[in-house]
Protein backbone atom coordinates (compact mmCIF):
# COMPACT_ATOMS: atom_id res chain seq x y z
CA UNK A 1 0.00 0.00 0.00
CA UNK A 2 2.55 2.27 1.14
CA UNK A 3 4.50 1.37 -2.39
CA UNK A 4 1.38 2.51 -4.56
CA UNK A 5 0.73 5.58 -2.63
CA UNK A 6 5.04 6.29 -3.15
CA UNK A 7 4.29 5.43 -6.69
CA UNK A 8 0.95 7.32 -7.70
CA UNK A 9 1.90 10.60 -5.30
CA UNK A 10 1.67 13.15 -7.77
CA UNK A 11 -2.03 11.66 -9.42
CA UNK A 12 -3.33 11.39 -5.86
CA UNK A 13 -2.15 14.65 -5.09
CA UNK A 14 -3.81 16.08 -8.58
CA UNK A 15 -7.03 14.09 -7.75
CA UNK A 16 -7.56 15.87 -4.31
CA UNK A 17 -6.51 19.26 -6.03
CA UNK A 18 -9.63 18.66 -8.53
CA UNK A 19 -12.34 17.57 -5.61
CA UNK A 20 -11.11 21.00 -3.80
CA UNK A 21 -11.48 23.02 -6.58
CA UNK A 22 -14.70 21.40 -7.54
CA UNK A 23 -16.22 21.90 -3.64
CA UNK A 24 -14.74 25.64 -3.92
CA UNK A 25 -16.83 26.38 -7.25
CA UNK A 26 -19.92 24.62 -5.79
CA UNK A 27 -19.90 27.19 -2.90
CA UNK A 28 -18.54 30.65 -5.05
CA UNK A 29 -22.39 29.69 -6.63
CA UNK A 30 -23.87 28.73 -3.26
CA UNK A 31 -24.79 25.87 -5.00
CA UNK A 32 -25.78 22.66 -2.92
CA UNK A 33 -25.60 19.27 -5.67
CA UNK A 34 -28.24 17.22 -2.80
CA UNK A 35 -30.83 20.46 -2.92
CA UNK A 36 -30.32 20.21 -6.82
CA UNK A 37 -30.60 16.59 -6.79
CA UNK A 38 -33.95 16.90 -4.62
CA UNK A 39 -35.11 19.42 -6.79
CA UNK A 40 -35.06 17.17 -9.49
CA UNK A 41 -37.45 14.91 -8.12
CA UNK A 42 -40.90 15.53 -9.26
CA UNK A 43 -43.46 17.34 -6.38
CA UNK A 44 -46.90 14.53 -6.70
CA UNK A 45 -50.11 16.59 -6.58
CA UNK A 46 -52.55 16.68 -2.96
CA UNK A 47 -55.15 14.37 -3.79
CA UNK A 48 -58.17 15.95 -1.47
CA UNK A 49 -61.33 13.08 -1.45
CA UNK A 50 -61.74 12.45 -4.92
CA UNK A 51 -62.00 16.45 -5.66
CA UNK A 52 -59.84 16.76 -9.14
CA UNK A 53 -57.07 18.29 -8.74
CA UNK A 54 -57.46 22.35 -9.72
CA UNK A 55 -54.37 23.50 -11.14
CA UNK A 56 -52.59 25.79 -13.94
CA UNK A 57 -49.44 26.18 -15.33
CA UNK A 58 -46.94 28.04 -13.01
CA UNK A 59 -46.09 30.18 -15.59
CA UNK A 60 -49.60 31.70 -15.59
CA UNK A 61 -49.54 31.78 -11.67
CA UNK A 62 -47.03 33.88 -11.63
CA UNK A 63 -49.56 36.78 -9.94
CA UNK A 64 -50.44 34.12 -7.22
CA UNK A 65 -47.41 33.05 -5.98
CA UNK A 66 -47.85 36.63 -4.34
CA UNK A 67 -51.24 36.84 -2.85
CA UNK A 68 -53.18 39.78 -3.53
CA UNK A 69 -53.72 42.21 -1.10
CA UNK A 70 -57.21 43.49 -0.76
CA UNK A 71 -56.56 47.17 0.54
CA UNK A 72 -53.71 47.70 -2.18
CA UNK A 73 -56.23 46.24 -5.41
CA UNK A 74 -58.98 49.10 -3.68
CA UNK A 75 -61.05 45.75 -3.42
CA UNK A 76 -62.55 43.77 -0.44
CA UNK A 77 -61.14 40.19 0.31
CA UNK A 78 -64.39 37.98 0.02
CA UNK A 79 -65.90 36.59 3.61
CA UNK A 80 -69.03 34.83 3.15
CA UNK A 81 -71.24 33.61 0.28
CA UNK A 82 -74.68 33.41 -0.18
CA UNK A 83 -77.13 31.76 -2.41
CA UNK A 84 -80.61 31.65 -1.72
CA UNK A 85 -82.04 29.15 -4.06
CA UNK A 86 -80.11 26.42 -3.12
CA UNK A 87 -80.27 27.48 1.01
CA UNK A 88 -75.80 28.57 1.23
CA UNK A 89 -74.95 30.51 3.52
CA UNK A 90 -71.23 29.74 4.29
CA UNK A 91 -67.94 31.40 5.21
CA UNK A 92 -65.15 32.19 2.53
CA UNK A 93 -61.55 31.56 3.70
CA UNK A 94 -58.29 31.81 1.97
CA UNK A 95 -57.06 28.79 -0.50
CA UNK A 96 -53.53 28.11 -0.15
CA UNK A 97 -51.50 26.89 -3.24
CA UNK A 98 -48.57 24.60 -4.20
CA UNK A 99 -46.19 23.78 -7.30
CA UNK A 100 -46.06 20.38 -8.32
CA UNK A 101 -44.80 18.17 -11.51
CA UNK A 102 -47.93 16.65 -13.41
CA UNK A 103 -46.86 14.50 -16.98
CA UNK A 104 -43.39 16.41 -16.64
CA UNK A 105 -45.00 19.93 -16.09
CA UNK A 106 -44.56 22.18 -13.52
CA UNK A 107 -47.76 23.30 -11.94
CA UNK A 108 -49.82 25.34 -9.45
CA UNK A 109 -52.17 23.20 -7.37
CA UNK A 110 -55.19 25.27 -5.58
CA UNK A 111 -55.97 23.81 -2.35
CA UNK A 112 -59.93 23.17 -1.41
CA UNK A 113 -60.41 23.86 2.19
CA UNK A 114 -61.41 20.34 3.66
CA UNK A 115 -63.86 21.88 5.94
CA UNK A 116 -67.76 23.46 5.42
CA UNK A 117 -66.30 26.58 3.65
CA UNK A 118 -65.37 27.70 0.75
CA UNK A 119 -62.07 28.95 -0.82
CA UNK A 120 -60.91 31.70 -1.96
CA UNK A 121 -57.99 31.14 -4.40
CA UNK A 122 -54.57 32.66 -3.41
CA UNK A 123 -53.55 35.34 -6.45
CA UNK A 124 -57.52 36.05 -7.81
CA UNK A 125 -58.88 38.85 -7.72
CA UNK A 126 -60.72 40.64 -4.40
CA UNK A 127 -64.54 41.97 -5.05
CA UNK A 128 -65.55 44.68 -6.64
CA UNK A 129 -62.72 45.43 -8.53
CA UNK A 130 -61.53 44.27 -12.16
CA UNK A 131 -60.20 40.72 -12.58
CA UNK A 132 -61.53 37.13 -11.77
CA UNK A 133 -62.48 36.34 -8.06
CA UNK A 134 -62.22 32.38 -8.00
CA UNK A 135 -64.43 30.80 -5.27
CA UNK A 136 -63.87 26.96 -5.00
CA UNK A 137 -65.49 24.20 -2.24
CA UNK A 138 -66.31 20.29 -2.06
CA UNK A 139 -69.20 18.87 -3.43
CA UNK A 140 -69.30 15.40 -1.17
CA UNK A 141 -67.02 15.96 1.48
CA UNK A 142 -66.04 18.43 4.47
CA UNK A 143 -69.31 19.45 5.11
CA UNK A 144 -70.16 19.61 1.21
CA UNK A 145 -70.59 23.71 0.78
CA UNK A 146 -70.58 22.99 -2.83
CA UNK A 147 -73.11 19.65 -2.71
CA UNK A 148 -76.63 21.97 -5.00
CA UNK A 149 -74.28 24.15 -6.87
CA UNK A 150 -74.86 21.87 -9.58
CA UNK A 151 -78.64 23.00 -9.37
CA UNK A 152 -77.41 26.63 -10.04
CA UNK A 153 -78.93 28.18 -13.88
CA UNK A 154 -78.03 30.94 -15.79
CA UNK A 155 -79.80 34.06 -14.04
CA UNK A 156 -79.82 33.27 -10.89
CA UNK A 157 -78.14 35.40 -7.99
CA UNK A 158 -75.02 34.72 -5.83
CA UNK A 159 -74.40 37.46 -3.06
CA UNK A 160 -71.02 37.82 -2.22
CA UNK A 161 -70.02 39.63 1.29
CA UNK A 162 -67.40 41.12 2.93
CA UNK A 163 -67.91 43.12 6.53
CA UNK A 164 -71.00 45.10 5.96
CA UNK A 165 -70.25 45.36 1.88
CA UNK A 166 -72.13 43.46 -0.37
CA UNK A 167 -71.79 42.49 -4.05
CA UNK A 168 -74.25 41.12 -6.37
CA UNK A 169 -73.79 38.84 -8.73
CA UNK A 170 -76.18 36.84 -11.56
CA UNK A 171 -74.74 33.65 -13.11
CA UNK A 172 -74.19 34.05 -17.36
CA UNK A 173 -72.21 30.60 -17.88
CA UNK A 174 -72.63 26.81 -16.43
CA UNK A 175 -70.33 24.34 -17.62
CA UNK A 176 -69.73 20.53 -16.81
CA UNK A 177 -66.10 20.22 -18.13
CA UNK A 178 -64.55 16.27 -18.32
CA UNK A 179 -61.63 16.04 -15.99
CA UNK A 180 -60.41 13.10 -14.85
CA UNK A 181 -58.55 10.60 -16.96
CA UNK A 182 -58.27 13.38 -19.45
CA UNK A 183 -54.91 14.94 -21.26
CA UNK A 184 -52.90 17.37 -19.03
CA UNK A 185 -53.24 19.87 -22.09
CA UNK A 186 -57.36 19.13 -21.85
CA UNK A 187 -57.62 19.92 -17.71
CA UNK A 188 -54.97 23.08 -18.41
CA UNK A 189 -58.15 24.12 -20.73
CA UNK A 190 -60.73 23.79 -18.60
CA UNK A 191 -58.41 25.47 -15.98
CA UNK A 192 -58.35 28.54 -18.19
CA UNK A 193 -61.84 29.54 -16.30
CA UNK A 194 -59.83 30.03 -12.93
CA UNK A 195 -56.92 32.58 -14.95
CA UNK A 196 -57.21 36.44 -14.46
CA UNK A 197 -59.27 38.76 -16.50
CA UNK A 198 -59.91 42.00 -17.79
CA UNK A 199 -63.47 42.37 -16.41
CA UNK A 200 -65.10 42.11 -13.47
CA UNK A 201 -66.56 38.61 -12.72
CA UNK A 202 -67.19 35.46 -10.24
CA UNK A 203 -66.24 32.21 -11.17
CA UNK A 204 -67.41 29.42 -8.72
CA UNK A 205 -65.70 25.71 -9.49
CA UNK A 206 -66.14 22.72 -7.72
CA UNK A 207 -66.42 18.65 -8.79
CA UNK A 208 -69.37 16.42 -9.97
CA UNK A 209 -70.70 13.95 -9.85
CA UNK A 210 -70.42 12.99 -6.26
CA UNK A 211 -69.74 9.16 -7.02
CA UNK A 212 -66.86 9.77 -9.37
CA UNK A 213 -65.83 13.26 -9.36
CA UNK A 214 -64.88 12.85 -13.21
CA UNK A 215 -66.07 16.25 -14.27
CA UNK A 216 -65.24 20.17 -13.30
CA UNK A 217 -68.50 22.03 -12.41
CA UNK A 218 -67.86 26.29 -13.30
CA UNK A 219 -70.27 28.49 -12.80
CA UNK A 220 -69.47 32.38 -14.40
CA UNK A 221 -70.80 35.03 -12.82
CA UNK A 222 -71.19 39.28 -13.49
CA UNK A 223 -72.04 42.03 -11.34
CA UNK A 224 -75.85 42.80 -11.16
CA UNK A 225 -76.85 46.15 -9.61
CA UNK A 226 -77.43 45.96 -6.20
CA UNK A 227 -81.57 46.64 -5.67
CA UNK A 228 -81.70 49.78 -3.69
CA UNK A 229 -84.08 49.96 -0.75
CA UNK A 230 -87.62 52.13 -1.41
CA UNK A 231 -87.26 55.32 0.78
CA UNK A 232 -89.82 54.90 3.51
CA UNK A 233 -92.88 57.21 2.98
CA UNK A 234 -93.65 59.31 5.87
CA UNK A 235 -96.18 58.93 8.34
CA UNK A 236 -99.94 59.80 7.20
CA UNK A 237 -102.43 61.56 9.62
CA UNK A 238 -105.09 59.31 8.19
CA UNK A 239 -106.38 56.35 10.74
CA UNK A 240 -105.36 52.82 9.92
CA UNK A 241 -107.53 51.54 7.24
CA UNK A 242 -109.50 48.21 7.87
CA UNK A 243 -110.75 46.30 4.87
CA UNK A 244 -114.49 45.53 6.03
CA UNK A 245 -115.36 41.90 5.13
CA UNK A 246 -119.39 40.76 5.41
CA UNK A 247 -118.49 37.26 5.64
CA UNK A 248 -115.86 35.30 7.27
CA UNK A 249 -113.26 34.34 5.11
CA UNK A 250 -112.97 30.57 5.98
CA UNK A 251 -116.83 30.70 4.47
CA UNK A 252 -115.66 32.55 1.61
CA UNK A 253 -112.98 29.90 0.90
CA UNK A 254 -115.25 26.84 2.03
CA UNK A 255 -118.31 28.01 -0.35
CA UNK A 256 -116.20 28.33 -3.53
CA UNK A 257 -116.34 32.61 -3.48
CA UNK A 258 -113.54 34.34 -4.22
CA UNK A 259 -111.79 36.23 -1.01
CA UNK A 260 -112.01 39.59 -1.49
CA UNK A 261 -108.80 41.33 -1.25
CA UNK A 262 -107.19 44.70 -0.42
CA UNK A 263 -107.30 47.04 -3.32
CA UNK A 264 -103.57 47.60 -4.62
CA UNK A 265 -101.10 49.77 -1.92
CA UNK A 266 -103.47 49.01 0.94
CA UNK A 267 -100.97 47.31 2.32
CA UNK A 268 -97.33 47.11 1.89
CA UNK A 269 -95.02 44.81 2.54
CA UNK A 270 -91.13 45.77 2.63
CA UNK A 271 -87.98 43.39 2.78
CA UNK A 272 -85.84 45.84 4.72
CA UNK A 273 -83.46 42.72 5.74
CA UNK A 274 -79.74 42.60 3.90
CA UNK A 275 -81.08 39.19 1.87
CA UNK A 276 -83.72 37.92 -0.23
CA UNK A 277 -86.83 35.94 1.90
CA UNK A 278 -88.41 32.76 0.48
CA UNK A 279 -91.96 32.99 -1.27
CA UNK A 280 -93.22 29.90 -0.55
CA UNK A 281 -96.16 27.78 -1.62
CA UNK A 282 -97.99 27.09 1.99
CA UNK A 283 -97.64 28.91 5.35
CA UNK A 284 -95.20 26.37 6.67
CA UNK A 285 -90.83 26.14 6.39
CA UNK A 286 -90.89 23.15 4.56
CA UNK A 287 -93.06 23.99 1.37
CA UNK A 288 -91.90 24.41 -1.71
CA UNK A 289 -90.17 28.04 -2.27
CA UNK A 290 -91.85 29.29 -5.10
CA UNK A 291 -89.92 32.68 -5.72
CA UNK A 292 -87.67 34.83 -3.66
CA UNK A 293 -88.88 37.91 -2.45
CA UNK A 294 -85.97 40.51 -3.18
CA UNK A 295 -84.03 42.74 -0.27
CA UNK A 296 -85.27 46.16 -0.30
CA UNK A 297 -87.84 45.53 -2.58
CA UNK A 298 -91.95 45.67 -1.53
CA UNK A 299 -95.21 43.85 -2.52
CA UNK A 300 -98.95 43.94 -1.74
CA UNK A 301 -100.03 42.10 1.38
CA UNK A 302 -103.28 40.09 0.72
CA UNK A 303 -103.56 38.02 3.88
CA UNK A 304 -101.98 36.10 7.08
CA UNK A 305 -102.62 33.01 8.30
CA UNK A 306 -104.83 33.19 11.86
CA UNK A 307 -101.90 33.68 14.04
CA UNK A 308 -100.16 36.53 11.85
CA UNK A 309 -97.13 34.24 11.61
CA UNK A 310 -97.22 34.49 7.84
CA UNK A 311 -98.09 36.90 5.46
CA UNK A 312 -99.52 36.20 1.58
CA UNK A 313 -98.20 38.72 -0.40
CA UNK A 314 -98.12 39.57 -4.40
CA UNK A 315 -94.34 40.47 -5.61
CA UNK A 316 -94.56 40.94 -9.35
CA UNK A 317 -97.20 38.98 -10.24
CA UNK A 318 -96.00 35.82 -8.04
CA UNK A 319 -98.48 35.31 -4.81
CA UNK A 320 -96.90 33.13 -1.81
CA UNK A 321 -96.30 33.33 1.65
CA UNK A 322 -93.66 34.68 3.52
CA UNK A 323 -92.82 34.37 7.42
CA UNK A 324 -93.74 37.09 9.00
CA UNK A 325 -90.25 37.46 10.92
CA UNK A 326 -88.40 38.82 8.14
CA UNK A 327 -90.58 41.55 6.55
CA UNK A 328 -92.25 44.44 7.28
CA UNK A 329 -95.77 45.23 7.27
CA UNK A 330 -96.57 49.13 6.88
CA UNK A 331 -100.16 49.16 8.61
CA UNK A 332 -101.03 46.64 11.54
CA UNK A 333 -101.02 43.15 10.68
CA UNK A 334 -104.46 42.47 12.49
CA UNK A 335 -106.04 44.64 9.41
CA UNK A 336 -105.05 41.66 6.74
CA UNK A 337 -107.83 39.40 6.31
CA UNK A 338 -107.39 36.38 7.52
CA UNK A 339 -107.14 33.10 4.68
CA UNK A 340 -106.98 29.63 5.60
CA UNK A 341 -104.21 27.60 3.92
CA UNK A 342 -104.00 24.07 3.63
CA UNK A 343 -101.72 22.03 5.76
CA UNK A 344 -98.94 19.72 4.35
CA UNK A 345 -99.37 16.29 4.54
CA UNK A 346 -96.29 14.60 6.97
CA UNK A 347 -93.80 12.76 4.38
CA UNK A 348 -94.91 8.75 5.36
Not at 42 to 55: K, S
Not at 206 to 214: E, G, K, L, V
Not at 300 to 323: F, M, N, P
Amino acid sequence: MLNFVKNNKEWILIFLGIILITFAVFNLFDFNPFTYLQARQETPVVEQDGFAPLFIPVSQAAPAAQAVDPAAAKGFAPERIVIDKIGLDAPVISADSMNASVDGQEVTQFLIPNEFAAGWHEGSAPLGVIGNTVISGHHNAFGKVFEHLIDLEVGDEVIMLSGVHEFYYVIVNKMILPEKEESLDRRLQNARWILPSTDERLTLVTCWPANSNSHRLILVAVPEEKPQPTPTPAPSSEPTKAIQIGRPVTDLLSSGQPTPLPESGDFIVRNAGRYSVNIRELPDMESGIIGSFKAGHEAAGLGRTEDGAWIYIDYHGKKGWVSAELVQILLPVDSLPTISAPTLTPAP
